[in-house]
Each structure stands twice: as structure tokens, then as C-alpha cells.
């Protein structure tokens, strides 16, 4: 009898802890920090949860917005660095930035 009281007492805490442990895991997230266009694509702009890295979804200007996104680009350290890129490589602007 008393196993089954100590297994009962041991099992919940250790339940709780993992549940805890899956939740946060869970929670962790992208954010989506801007949106917009130029030429004939548009774009957002989205961050990890701790900001520590960017990222591009891309889309053909008359995509509809459900759609999947004709592009995603690799990180970014910064949303200057990625918003660049979008300007100098979709939106064919010609910034000092931009690769000449």
C-alpha cells in the first residue's frame, strides 16, 4: 500500500514538471513584424521570438494572400539587413546598399 502512495506522490510532480517543459517548447514562436511592396512582389517581414533573427516571405505582387509564399530567404541579422535585400533584389530599387 504504501508503494502505490509513494508512486502516486512521485508521479504528479514529475508529471507536472514535463508538462510544463512541452509547454514552453510549445509557445515559442515567429512574429510577424512588418509587411509590405515593391515592384511586383510583396513581402513580410518576420522575427524569431527573441528577435535574434529575420526572415523574408515573398510573394508574387497578384498572389492571392493565402497562398504559399514564392520565396522565403535565409535569416537576417537585423530587419535593415533584410529590408535591404528585399529593396535591392525584388523591388529593384537602386540604394547605395545595394550590389553593384
Given amino acids: 500500500m504504501k508503494l502505490i502512495q ?6 504528479i510532480p514529475v508529471l507536472t514538471v514535463l ?6 517548447n510549445k509557445v515559442l514562436a515567429d512574429y510577424l513584424n ?14 524569431t521570438d527573441d528577435n ?3 526572415y523574408l516571405k515573398i510573394w508574387l505582387y497578384e498572389a492571392s ?3 504559399s509564399p514564392y520565396r522565403t ?3 537576417f541579422d537585423s530587419t ?3 529590408l535591404i535585400h528585399f529593396d535591392c533584389n525584388y523591388a529593384e530599387r537602386n540604394l547605395p546598399e545595394c550590389p553593384k
Fill in 6 to 11: 509513494i508512486l502516486k506522490l512521485s508521479i
Fill in 19 to 24: 508538462s510544463f517543459v512541452s509547454t514552453s
Fill in 34 to 47: 512588418s509587411q509590405g511592396s515593391g515592384g511586383n512582389y510583396r513581402y513580410e517581414l518576420w522575427s
Fill in 52 to 54: 535574434s533573427n529575420y
Fill in 65 to 67: 494572400p493565402t497562398s
Fill in 73 to 75: 530567404t535565409p535569416g
Fill in 80 to 82: 535593415r539587413e533584410a
